[in-house]
C-alpha cells in the first residue's frame, strides 16, 4: 500500500486540466522547478497559510518553511501570509 493512499485529502479542489494536458508542460523542466512551482501556487491557493499548505503539500511545517527561505534567498517571490490566513 503506498504512504498517499493514508494521506487525507487535500483541502483544495482538483486541478482544471487533465494529465494528459499536464505532462507535456511537466517535460524539459527539473524536479526542483516542478517542486518549486507546485510549492508556490500551494502557498497562493492556501492564501499563505504555512501550515495549510504543509499539510494539503504532504510536508512538514519545518520543511516547508526551509523550502520558502531557500526561494526567498534565490529573490524568488513567495505569497505572504494574509490577513486572512492569520485569523
Known amino acids: 500500500m503506498s504512504h498517499a493512499s493514508t ?3 487535500p483541502e483544495m479542489p ?5 494529465l494528459n494536458e499536464v505532462v ?10 516542478i517542486e518549486r512551482e507546485l510549492v508556490l501556487q ?3 491557493r492556501c492564501d499563505g497559510n504555512r ?3 504543509a499539510r494539503v503539500l504532504g510536508l512538514s511545517v519545518r520543511t516547508l ?6 526561494y526567498s534567498a ?3 517571490e513567495v505569497p505572504p501570509h494574509s490577513e486572512r490566513a492569520a485569523a
Open 7 to 9: 494521506m487525507p485529502a
Open 65 to 70: 518553511r526551509n523550502k520558502i527561505r531557500e
Open 42 to 44: 500551494t502557498l497562493a
Open 74 to 76: 534565490d529573490g524568488i
Open 24 to 33: 507535456p508542460l511537466l517535460i524539459g523542466s527539473t524536479v526542483e522547478e
Open 51 to 53: 501550515t495549510r499548505a
Open 14 to 18: 482538483a486541478p482544471s486540466l487533465a
